[in-house]
T-cell receptor, first 110, second 111 residues
């Protein structure tokens, strides 16, 4: 079963707008990672945030983590048409395996 | 530096048949994980191999088995295929950090 759940399931925005995706998970984690997938192919790692971190930035990406609420959010600023993809959160547990959420399908309209 | 490579890209099988999927990890990586991704879903963890042994296993039946070779490449075998086994099978490798590097996947269709 999935460890995490993303919200919303689908998001459609205009180019230049910001996109926010949320992830909730169930158990204690070592870290939380966000991945991107284009057209059902391989996933690409975007950013990793450790359980003792609250916020992390990478280029146009900003990730927050609230371990008390077991939730994370991914913000993509100034979106581009090329950002159109599915985005997944994944949690690393003590068993050292990554468990993925259900994904958010982002469409950026030019 | 080659990334993670998977073969074949696409595969069509019939129910009851057996299939073998192959994966070569990124150079320098010694750990290989396999995931199953059904259409519209997130990847589901099947198992992970390290030092030629299955280290962790997800909630998949024994019909799913694997192997890791001394050069760290890996195979995923599925026996007695069911229609529900139709999915994208993803291989991912990792080294000393916790990031996964994914291959492009094998799209398996069971008819």
């Amino acid at each position: 079963s999935q460890q995490g759940e993303e919200d919303p399931q689908a998001l459609s925005i205009q180019e230049g707008e910001n996109a926010t995706m949320n992830c909730s998970y169930k158990t204690s984690i070592n870290n939380l990672q966000w991945y991107r997938q284009n057209s059902g192919r391989g996933l690409v790692h975007l950013i990793l945030i450790r359980s003792n971190e609250r916020e992390k930035h990478s280029g146009r990406l900003r990730v927050t983590l609230d371990t008390s609420k077991k939730s994370s959010s991914l913000l993509i600023t100034a979106s581009r048409a090329a950002d159109t993809a599915s985005y997944f959160c994944a949690t690393l547990t003590g068993a050292n395996n990554l468990f993925f959420g259900t994904g958010t399908r982002l469409t950026v309209i030019p | 530096d080659a990334g993670v490579t998977q073969s074949p890209t696409h595969l069509i099988k019939t129910r009851g048949q057996q299939v073998t999927l192959r994966c070569s990890p990124k150079s320098g990586h010694d750990t290989v994980s396999w995931y199953q991704q059904a259409l519209g879903q997130g990847p589901q963890f099947i198992f992970q191999y390290y030092e030629e042994e299955e280290r962790q296993r997800g909630n998949f039946p024994d019909r799913f088995s694997g192997h890791q070779f001394p050069n760290y490449s890996s195979e995923l075998n599925v026996n007695a295929l069911l229609l529900g086994d139709s999915a994208l099978y993803l291989c991912a490798s990792t080294g000393s950090n916790e990031k996964l590097f994914f291959g492009s996947g094998t799209q398996l269709s069971v008819l």
